[in-house]
């Protein structure tokens, strides 16, 4: 099983529509979650952190679930801009490996 | 202020040869790590280095060793490379005392091992 588990995707939406991602991790150690956004050939760019409680920025809302070792993007109102590669991030912390999903591509279509 | 410096962008080697990359941090962050990215896939960790110490290493041969310096620059050096090398080598900065903050990324050095 591999540490951190996306679908590859590819999502194509219509714009305005919602979106949601699913991510799954193997360590039950993990303690730092991440949400980072990546565009073709670019380097991978913070997205949003991941709290225990759920956190939102705008369109866009994370939830961490411990019990069954899943985080989730949901993004709003999809943009055309949105358009990349979301790729989830899980950390045991400290000095621990950041490990990274393969990604999950989106694409949003007029 | 400048995020993560990475240099060179772009780099052509030969099987066999030997390579050095260079990171700087991003002002007030003192823990570096690096990443390989293969077309299509997530970056995978190779290692971190913080207090220019080796802290924790991914599954990665010897031929990939690093450093880093007193001013948290830090170096990824590759070994007898093999066409497999080829990648996007990415180097993160975050401060060890705030990882929520999550990394911060350069924007890579290409490489090709042809």
């Known amino acids: 099983r591999k540490e951190v588990e996306q679908d590859p995707g590819p999502f194509n939406v219509p714009e305005g529509a919602t979106v949601a991602f699913n991510c799954t991790y193997s360590?039950?150690?993990?303690?730092?979650f991440f949400w980072y956004r990546q565009d073709c050939r670019k380097e991978p760019k913070l997205l949003m952190s991941?709290?225990?409680s759920g956190n939102e920025d705008g369109r866009f809302t994370a939830q961490l679930n411990r019990a069954s070792q899943y985080i989730s993007l949901l993004i709003r109102d999809s943009k055309l801009s949105d358009s990349a590669t979301y790729l989830c991030?899980?950390?045991?912390?400290?000095?621990?490996?950041?490990?990274f999903g393969t990604g999950t591509k989106l694409q949003v279509i007029p | 202020d400048a995020g993560v410096t990475q240099s060179p962008t772009h780099l052509i080697k030969t099987r066999g040869q030997q390579v050095t990359l260079r990171c700087s941090p991003k002002?007030?962050?003192?823990?570096v790590s690096w990443y390989q990215q293969a077309l299509g896939q997530g970056p995978q960790f190779i290692f971190q280095y913080y207090e220019e110490e080796e802290r924790q290493r991914g599954n990665f041969p010897d031929r990939f060793s690093g450093h880093q310096f007193p001013n948290y620059s830090s170096e990824l050096n590759v070994n007898a490379l093999l066409l497999g090398d080829s990648a996007l080598y990415l180097c993160a900065s975050r401060p060890m005392d705030r990882e929520y903050y999550g990394y911060t990324f350069g924007s890579g050095t290409r490489l090709t091992v042809v």
């Open positions: 002002s007030g962050h003192d823990t």
């Open positions: 991030v899980v950390s045991a912390g400290g000095y621990q490996k950041v490990t």
């Open positions: 991941v709290y225990s």
């Open positions: 360590n039950s150690a993990s303690q730092s």
